[in-house]
């Protein structure tokens, strides 16, 4: 099994910057992508960065600019830099990362159990 732990969240005043960070471990053979998703009150799940294998990265337009998704790949950890954050960043955030298994060589996908950032005005 595979599990996710993530650190990093809390209060911050807008403008502010906050640091999160997401450390897989367990039966993995390799990992394809690591990935930040969030999810406000009231919305929908919605991608924030994530970063391919080859680290290639992809980030929300509303991040743009913003934030930066990194990694650490032989500590098979993701982190995610949010500066200048604004109140409508405020989530709960989610790592995902999708992994190879050791035993079957599959494909398959772990979620952490989500980390609360609070943006105040």
């Known amino acids: 099994q595979v599990q996710l732990v993530e650190s990093g969240g809390g209060l911050v005043q807008a403008g502010g910057s906050l640091r999160l960070s997401c450390a897989a471990s367990g039966s993995i053979f390799s990992i394809n992508a690591m990935g930040w998703y969030r999810q406000a009150p009231g919305k929908q799940r919605e991608l924030v960065a994530a970063?391919?294998?080859?680290?290639?990265?992809n980030y929300a337009d509303s991040v743009k600019g913003r934030f930066t998704i990194s990694r650490d790949v032989p500590k098979n950890t993701v982190y995610l830099q949010m500066n200048s954050l604004k109140p409508e960043d405020t989530a709960v955030y989610y790592c995902?990362?999708?992994?190879?298994?050791?035993?079957?060589?599959?494909?398959?996908?772990?979620w952490g159990q989500g980390t609360l950032v609070t943006v105040s005005s």
């Open positions: 970063i391919m294998s080859g680290g290639s990265r």
């Open positions: 995902n990362v999708d992994y190879m298994t050791i035993a079957t060589r599959r494909y398959l996908e772990v």
